[in-house]
T-cell receptor
Framework: GAGVSQSPRYKVAKRGQDVALRCDPI?????LFWYQQALGQGPEFLTY????????KSGLPSDRFFAERPEGSVSTLKIQRTQQEDSAVYLC????????????FGPGTRLTVT | AQTVTQSQPEMSVQEAETVTLSCTYD???????LFWYKQPPSRQMILVIR????KQQNATENRFSVNFQKAAKSFSLKISDSQLGDTAMYFC?????????????WGLGTSLAVNP
């Protein structure tokens, strides 16, 4: 089926605005991951879901970051009161139960905070 | 905590030649996975090759192969017969084998340019 999709692909926000980033994983994939990739850096883990349960949110940089996956499929990463340091590409990945070591990535959402 | 180090920020190679990208890592785990991912300018991250730490045999995928040295905690990627489409950022990544959370720990990446 279709791969992982993310929307919007690009988002410009003024400092202080709230943003919501969406991830549609591959159908049937149990696990969903969010990563943050700053310019010129490698991705960094933010949070992980298994179905609707958020099992690890240790990578979220502050309480302004919030993620949910209420029905175990689509996930939303919300950033409140955006700051310039939040500017990055936000990558979503999903994996199946059988091949949990293999993550499939979406194209990312490039967030620019001005 | 696990760390992944890629010491070559940029590399270049002539088309059809061979290039090796380096990666070292640190972990106290005995079982784990190592990966090389490719991120072309379009930014979609693509899995290139995977190595399971308990396997002694080095993984190969067509023109891509790894040199996995577990004792030295080294995991280099060799690209043979380089093609223009290999131009991309290459990331080395680590994943624990045990437990439910299969989060990836990433290096900073190596930017590879294949020149015609």
């Amino acid at each position: 089926g279709a791969g992982v999709s993310q929307s919007p692909r690009y988002k410009v926000a003024k400092r202080g605005q709230d943003v919501a980033l969406r991830c549609d994983p591959i159908s049937g994939h149990v696990s969903l991951f969010w990563y943050q990739q700053a310019l010129g850096q490698g991705p960094e883990f933010l949070t992980y879901f298994q179905n609707e349960a958020q099992l690890d949110k240790s990578g979220l940089p502050s309480d302004r970051f919030f993620a949910e996956r209420p029905e175990g499929s689509v996930s939303t990463l919300k950033i409140q009161r955006t700051q310039q340091e939040d500017s990055a590409v936000y990558l979503c990945a999903s994996s199946s139960d059988r091949r949990s070591y293999e993550q499939y990535f979406g194209p990312g959402t490039r967030l620019t905070v001005t | 905590a696990q760390t992944v180090t890629q010491s070559q920020p940029e590399m270049s190679v002539q088309e059809a030649e061979t290039v090796t990208l380096s990666c070292t890592y640190d972990t106290s785990e005995n079982n784990y996975y190592l990966f090389w991912y490719k991120q072309p300018p379009s930014r979609q991250m693509i899995l290139v090759i995977r190595q399971e730490a308990y396997k002694q045999q080095n993984a190969t995928e067509n023109r891509f192969s790894v040199n996995f040295q577990k004792a030295a905690k080294s995991f280099s990627l060799k690209i043979s017969d380089s093609q223009l489409g290999d131009t991309a950022m290459y990331f080395c990544a680590f994943m624990k084998h045990a437990g439910n959370n299969r989060k990836l720990i990433w290096g900073l990446g190596t930017s590879l340019a294949v020149n015609p």
